[in-house]
C-alpha cells in the first residue's frame, strides 16, 4: 500500500460532521434540507445520474440554489460525465468544494485538468473512492486534492451496512499524510463513528442517520 514513515507525536483532530443529503427530486430535497438546515451551515449533496450508479436524481444548481442560498456546498458527484456536471456546480458562488469518483474516469491527465478548473476557481478538490478500490491505484494522485473521500457503502444507495474493510485504507492514508482532509460517506451513524475517527478520518457525512433521526440534536449527541 505504501511504505512506512517515521511515527511523529498524534496531534487530536477535530471531526467535521457534514449532512450528506441523498434525494430524487426537488421536493425530497427541500423536505431532507430543511431537517438538517438549521443545525449546519455545510451540507454535501449527492448527485446522481443512472450510469455511474443505478440510481438517477433531478437535483440541478437551479434546483437548489434558491433554498441553500445561506449554506456552504459540497457536491458529490456520483456520475460517469464528471465534466458536464462539474461545470455546472462550479458556476454557484457558495459551492466550496466538489468530489467525484476514480472509479468514474481513472485518467490522470482529465482529473488533473479537473482539478486545474475547479482551483482556478477557488473550488477544493476530493477524490471519492469505492469500499473495493486500493489506495495504491490514487497513490500518486493522492496529493493533488484537498480531501480524499472513502464510501463506507457501495454509492447510490442509502441504508446501506458499513463496511469495515476501509478502516485499514483510512489508518493508511492518514499515516501517510497526516494532513489531508480525510471524508467518509455512507452508513456513518452512532455504531460506526468511533471506528471511522478512531482509524483517522476528519469528516463524517451521515445521511439516512440525520434523516432517520426524530431529533437532530440527540442525533448529534451521540455522534459527540
Not at 486534492?145 to 458499513?162: H, L
Amino acid at each position: 500500500m505504501f511504505k512506512k514513515k517515521a511515527k511523529g507525536p498524534e496531534r487530536s483532530r477535530r471531526v467535521k460532521i457534514i449532512p450528506s443529503i441523498l434525494s430524487k427530486n426537488k421536493a425530497e430535497f427541500t423536505k431532507h434540507f430543511k431537517k438538517v438546515s438549521s443545525y449546519f451551515n455545510y451540507v454535501q449533496i449527492d448527485i446522481m445520474d443512472g450510469q455511474f450508479v443505478k440510481q438517477k436524481n433531478s437535483i440541478t444548481p437551479d434546483t437548489i440554489k434558491y433554498l441553500t442560498r445561506q449554506h456552504k456546498l459540497e457536491i458529490h458527484l456520483m456520475v460517469d460525465g464528471v465534466s458536464k456536471y462539474m461545470t455546472r456546480w462550479a458556476k454557484l458562488k457558495n459551492v466550496k468544494k466538489i468530489i467525484w469518483h476514480y472509479e468514474a474516469n481513472k485518467n490522470t491527465q482529465r482529473i488533473a485538468a479537473i482539478n486545474k478548473y475547479l482551483k482556478a476557481k477557488k473550488i477544493k478538490t476530493g477524490l471519492a473512492i469505492n469500499p473495493n478500490t486500493s489506495l495504491a491505484s490514487i497513490k500518486n494522485i493522492i496529493f493533488d486534492f484537498d480531501t480524499i473521500q472513502f464510501m463506507g457503502v457501495k454509492p447510490g444507495k442509502q441504508g446501506q451496512k458499513f463496511q469495515s474493510k476501509i478502516l485499514p485504507k483510512i489508518k493508511a492514508l492518514r499515516y501517510k499524510f497526516p494532513n489531508i482532509n480525510i471524508e467518509v460517506d455512507g452508513a456513518v451513524n452512532d455504531k460506526t463513528f468511533r471506528a471511522i475517527t478512531k482509524a483517522g478520518a476528519n469528516i463524517v457525512c451521515p445521511g439516512s442517520y440525520f434523516q432517520k433521526a426524530n431529533s437532530i440534536k440527540e442525533a448529534l449527541a451521540k455522534l459527540k
